[in-house]
């Protein structure tokens, strides 16, 4: 009896606490606790699409902290979720005990449809032409009820907010997020008002529909229009959610985004007791702007996806291994990096590996890679957390963005 008194209140366990904030700024650090632990934040959450890091072995997903799995790839391409619920939830599917997200599946009807009909393959990687290439290329068919769209293999699926919270409590995951529309930074404000409803609805339904324990974060829209976010966070912050995240279109640069992020951070700065998330958006220098403008996790593909393409991150910018100038290069990717790469490998030896080595090789070398980027932006996140502790986050975010772009400054190369 006590027993389970005390397993339901670990199941219960979901809190954020602020523990200092930056001066004149919304930057903040703070600490996630749920059922799988204590998280510091700022805090990065790396790509588990299919309930894997692809490219990373066992031993080293240990020493990952937080990764977010995708509803559309567990429970609509695939039934891997019945899989995962059998096994007791994502968690103990993974053996992994870091923070575990699942995403709505709202993502994948954005690139299925809009995104393809655009010609956008992703959100947070902007557009370089400030105009949509027009296809017919749509697959989804967006309803007040949901989307109704056609697979890669030409199967008709149906995601809608009850599919969405089914899928994720079958995943188990500590956070889930509320199913939404993500629109495109190509829409009108028209058609995004007509899309936010439709979000806003959803969200609601959403948590009707949700029956687990898990922490439900709301998604905040209203992609370029001003009006539209500042609406969209005042509604999600009214309902119930344990955490806000921040999705869709965050304009056309970078000045754009950051415009966007501030318009929110007042608003969302009113609840310091809601974690704040933003949606697949993660390159180093927009992490510090997210930071300053008041959120505290972030999640991207880029770490694992670009090092799986031969490309590292470094103090002195990111480097493509395949490419550079110095192929003699003795030095670790990063000299006071202590990740298996950099301990055991020069960039001579990896790039060489990259050029002309057995596919087995290859794979190995591409497990390093993908293991040093995940080790690369968690000690990032540490030290802007510890910047913020001591109290001098702007400077180090001036010395460290400064560092970091002198790579592109002076045309050098790896
Ligand atoms: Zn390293």
Not at 110 to 126: D, L, P, T, V, Y
Not at 255 to 275: H, T, V, Y
Not at 280 to 307: N, S
């Amino acid at each position: 009896m006590i027993y389970s008194l005390i397993l339901f209140i670990v199941l219960l366990m979901f809190s954020f606490q602020e523990i200092k904030k930056v001066k004149n700024s919304y930057a903040r650090a703070g600490i996630i606790k749920t059922a799988s632990g204590e998280f510091p934040t700022p805090l990065y959450v790396f790509a588990g699409t299919d309930a894997e890091v692809r490219m990373l072995d066992k031993k080293s997903l240990k020493n990952v902290k937080a990764l977010i799995a995708n509803t559309y790839h567990l429970g609509i391409r695939t039934k891997k979720a019945d899989d995962i619920k059998k096994a007791g939830g994502l968690n103990k599917f993974m053996n992994f005990s870091g923070l575990t997200i699942t995403d709505s599946g709202g993502f994948q009807v954005f690139s299925f449809g809009f995104g393809r009909e655009h010609g956008i393959g992703k959100i947070g990687f902007f557009p370089e032409k400030n105009q949509p290439i027009k296809t017919d290329q749509n697959l989804v068919k967006i309803t007040d009820d949901g989307a109704f769209f056609t697979d890669e293999k030409g199967r008709k699926k149906f995601l809608g907010p009850k599919e969405s919270v089914k899928i994720q409590e079958k995943i188990g995951a500590n956070i889930i997020l509320a199913f939404d529309e993500c629109t495109s930074p190509f829409h009108s404000y028209a058609y995004t008002k007509k899309s936010l409803k439709r979000t806003h609805a959803w969200a609601k339904d959403f948590l009707k529909f949700k029956k687990s324990k898990q922490a439900a974060f709301g998604i905040i829209q209203g992609g370029e229009f001003k009006d539209l976010r500042e609406k969209s966070a005042k509604f999600i912050l009214s309902l119930p959610f344990k955490g806000i995240a921040i999705g869709g279109p965050l304009g056309k640069n970078k000045k754009d985004m950051k415009k966007i992020l501030g318009w929110l951070s007042p608003i969302l700065n009113k609840r310091p007791e809601l974690p704040r998330h933003l949606l697949g958006i993660g390159k180093p220098e927009d992490i510090f702007t997210g930071v300053e403008k008041g959120l505290d996790t972030f999640d991207c593909v880029i770490p694992t996806r670009e090092a799986r393409h031969g490309s590292v991150y470094t103090s002195l910018g990111r480097i493509d291994l395949h490419k550079g100038e110095k192929p003699e290069d003795k030095n670790p990717i990063e000299k006071d990096c202590s990740c298996p790469a950099c301990i055991s490998k020069t960039k001579k030896d990896i790039k060489k590996i990259l050029k002309s080595g057995s596919p087995k090789e290859k794979k190995e070398i591409v497990k390093l890679l993908t293991f040093h980027n995940i080790f690369w932006f968690q000690n990032l996140v540490e030290k802007i957390r510890q910047s913020i502790l001591d109290g001098n986050f702007k400077e180090f975010k001036e010395k460290w963005l400064a560092r970091y772009n002198s790579l592109k400054k002076t045309k050098k190369n790896a």
